[in-house]
């Protein structure tokens, strides 16, 4: 699901190019019915004009199937805002630390201060600055907390290029437990929900779960399940935010079942 197929590249291309020739006037569009315009159009059937700016006004259904081609607010996008950004001590609704909130698309999207996400604009938006940030006084999240990885990077660039629409799907594959795999089915989960706070950079508990030796060890003494599923005797996690879907935990105890292998 997260790979970027050639026409997908293409078409971004075509929108960066469009959106370069559109900037003058895009800018001067309010906000309002910019935003509008945008949302409740599925990308692949969006058509834009020599602006760039989306000319389908199609209504969305609520959930469309996955599109290989096409990146999902909520369900590639939003994760790695909660696991890396929008916790406690950062850019949770309670902390906000300055005024950011990274928890949901609404506070994303928001345009009042500074221009967090720009809709096909990723050099203008404030949020792509900061992850791609070379002074590590800069950079976000915050040293020593881990950066996104390149894969994480690539998704939120390629979804401003899309339009930063608060699309999603209904994934109807991946929850086939027979035989699990730790490098497609599990550790992108680790990688998206807990890297925030478990990665090599600062380990919680001790623990770096981009680290197979240390996730198959966790999972086979049972504090890994024991905490996914908020067991007694073990802090809730991924800390601060909702349980993992059914669908994850289900993987990650059929991997542990089937030995946890390196596989
Ligand atoms: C917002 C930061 C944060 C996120 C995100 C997070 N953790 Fe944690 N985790 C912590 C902290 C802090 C502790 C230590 C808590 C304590 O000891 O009170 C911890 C402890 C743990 C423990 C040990 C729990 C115990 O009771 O022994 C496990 C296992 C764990 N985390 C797994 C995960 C997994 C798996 C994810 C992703 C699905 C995740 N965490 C996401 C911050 C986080």
Same mark, same amino acid.
């Given at each position: ?6 026409? &997908? ?83 949770? &609704? ?110 919680? &508990? ?47 105890? &059929? ?9």
């Amino acid at each position: 699901m997260l790979h970027v197929s050639k026409s &997908a590249l293409i078409l971004s291309l075509i929108l960066i190019c469009l959106g370069l020739v559109g900037i003058s006037c895009r800018t001067e569009i309010p906000f309002e019915e910019d935003f509008d315009d945008m949302v409740g159009n599925p990308v692949d059937t969006m058509m834009t004009d020599s602006t760039g700016v989306p000319t389908d006004t199609t209504t969305m259904e609520s959930e469309v199937a996955c599109d290989s081609t096409v990146i999902y607010f909520d369900q590639q996008i939003l994760p790695i805002f909660q696991g890396s950004c929008a916790y406690s001590g950062c850019h949770d &609704a309670k902390t906000a630390q300055e005024g950011i909130i990274l928890d949901s698309y609404e506070n994303i999207m928001r345009r009042d201060e500074e221009d967090l996400i720009i809709p096909f604009n990723v050099e203008k938006s404030e949020v792509f600055e900061k992850i791609t940030e070379d002074d590590p006084d800069d950079i976000m999240p915050p040293l020593p907390n881990n950066p996104l990885s390149e894969g994480q990077i690539q998704l939120i660039r390629t979804w401003i290029e899309q339009g930063a629409e608060n699309v999603s799907c209904e994934v109807n594959t991946g929850c086939e437990t027979s035989d699990v795999s730790y490098s497609q089915q599990i550790a992108p989960i680790l990688d998206t929900k807990c890297r925030g706070c478990h990665g090599t950079n600062n380990p919680n &508990a001790g623990l770096n779960l981009l680290d197979y030796g240390t996730v198959a060890s966790t999972g086979k003494s049972g504090r890994l399940m024991g905490a996914l599923n908020w067991s007694d005797g073990y802090v809730m996690m991924p800390q601060g935010m909702e349980k993992l879907p059914a669908c994850d935990l289900n993987l990650i105890q &059929a991997w542990i079942d089937q030995g946890a292998l390196n596989n």
